[in-house]
């Protein structure tokens, strides 16, 4: 059953990212897994200063500034433990087709405006944030070897999940 | 003897204020609260407290948070990882709170007397 959920999480990443490449992300190591994590909140910093720049809806706008605010700081705790470590994040297949799909995805909204922007914005946040936590949740915290990385997951978690929980509330907001 | 003694001392402060209250104001001494910020909760999410006790609310999250009054009159300001603040009761203190950055997160204070 949790095999299958973290097929459908990547499955899903895959699709919105439109690479078909079959990775097994339950494969991964620490410091890769540790690199995906790092580019998906980057990506969604990238998409909440989209929103900052092209919304004139305020509910977007604090929304996005939550979402800036909530990933830097757990970047930042990422980093800070990277270091304590002394390792490097490894990019691997599962974080470049993440910044595939970003590329396609903020070119596509970036042509939208007014309504049509704050749709597909919260849409997407709300999909995005249901596909990553159930890749964290499923592939990566079972797999994570290093306790202090596994723990930061799990905080990171119940962020990515709260964040979940308000998109959906921004997307019955915006439709 | 210690009785005799608490009676002695309110009957000397209501004669002085002529009031029930100054009984009270002699036998209360402000309490302080600890409220914890964790897993984007407030915990507890409800809390009794009296004019003039203190609160201090402490972030666990990594995320930064807030104690926000829903109609503003009163905040902490952002709360960053491991940082806390702490603030005084007064009346406009009563009712609901929560976190500016994530509206899901509730709470409430009850004045007592």
């Given at each position: 059953?949790k095999l299958?959920?973290?097929?459908?999480a990547?499955?899903?990443?895959?699709s919105?990212t439109?690479?078909?490449k079959?990775?097994?992300?339950?494969k991964?190591?620490?410091?890769?897994i540790a690199?995906?994590?790092?580019?998906?909140?980057?990506i969604?910093?990238?998409?909440?200063?989209l929103a900052?720049?092209?919304s004139?809806?305020?509910?977007?706008?604090?929304?996005?500034?939550?979402m800036?605010?909530?990933?830097?700081?757990?970047?930042?705790?990422a980093?800070?433990?990277?270091?304590?470590?002394?390792?490097?994040?490894?990019d691997?297949?599962l974080?470049?087709?993440?910044?595939?799909?970003a590329?396609?995805?903020?070119?596509?909204?970036?042509?939208?405006?007014?309504?049509?922007?704050?749709k597909?914005?919260?849409?997407n946040e709300?999909?995005?944030?249901?596909?990553v936590?159930?890749?964290?949740?499923?592939?990566f915290?079972?797999?994570?070897?290093?306790?202090e990385v596994?723990?930061?997951f799990?905080?990171?978690?119940?962020?990515f999940?709260a964040?979940?929980?308000?998109?959906?509330?921004?997307v019955?907001k915006?439709n | 003897?210690?009785?005799r003694?608490f009676?002695?001392?309110?009957v000397?402060?209501?004669?002085?204020?002529?009031?029930?209250?100054?009984?009270?104001?002699t036998?209360?001494?402000p309490?302080?609260?600890?409220?914890?910020?964790s897993?984007?909760k407030?915990?507890p999410d409800?809390?009794?407290?009296?004019?003039?006790?203190?609160?201090?609310?402490l972030?666990?999250?990594?995320?930064?948070?807030?104690a926000?009054?829903?109609?503003?009159?009163?905040?902490?300001?952002e709360l960053?990882?491991?940082q806390?603040?702490?603030?005084t009761i007064?009346?406009?203190?009563?009712g609901?709170y929560?976190?500016?950055?994530?509206?899901?997160?509730?709470a409430?204070?009850?004045i007592t007397?």
């Amino acid at each position: 059953m949790k095999l299958k959920m973290t097929l459908l999480a990547a499955s899903l990443i895959v699709s919105m990212t439109g690479t078909a490449k079959a990775d097994d992300p339950s494969k991964l190591n620490d410091l890769e897994i540790a690199h995906v994590a790092y580019v998906a909140d980057v990506i969604d910093i990238r998409y909440a200063h989209l929103a900052l720049a092209i919304s004139s809806n305020p509910d977007i706008h604090e929304f996005a500034k939550t979402m800036i605010r909530d990933h830097e700081a757990v970047n930042e705790q990422a980093l800070a433990l990277l270091g304590k470590l002394n390792a490097q994040p490894q990019d691997n297949f599962l974080s470049q087709s993440l910044q595939k799909g970003a590329e396609e995805l903020i070119t596509e909204m970036s042509q939208l405006r007014g309504d049509a922007f704050d749709k597909r914005y919260a849409e997407n946040e709300l999909a995005y944030h249901k596909a990553v936590n159930n890749l964290v949740e499923t592939a990566f915290i079972p797999n994570i070897e290093n306790a202090e990385v596994k723990s930061l997951f799990e905080a990171g978690l119940e962020i990515f999940k709260a964040h979940e929980s308000h998109a959906e509330m921004m997307v019955k907001k915006v439709n | 003897m210690q009785r005799r003694h608490f009676l002695q001392t309110s009957v000397a402060a209501l004669a002085v204020t002529g009031s029930s209250s100054a009984i009270h104001a002699t036998t209360k001494t402000p309490a302080h609260h600890d409220i914890t910020i964790s897993r984007f909760k407030f915990v507890p999410d409800t809390l009794d407290v009296r004019i003039g006790d203190t609160i201090t609310w402490l972030n666990k999250d990594i995320a930064p948070h807030t104690a926000t009054a829903n109609d503003d009159s009163w905040t902490t300001d952002e709360l960053g990882k491991k940082q806390s603040q702490t603030l005084t009761i007064t009346t406009e203190m009563s009712g609901k709170y929560y976190c500016v950055y994530h509206p899901h997160m509730k709470a409430k204070l009850i004045i007592t007397s």
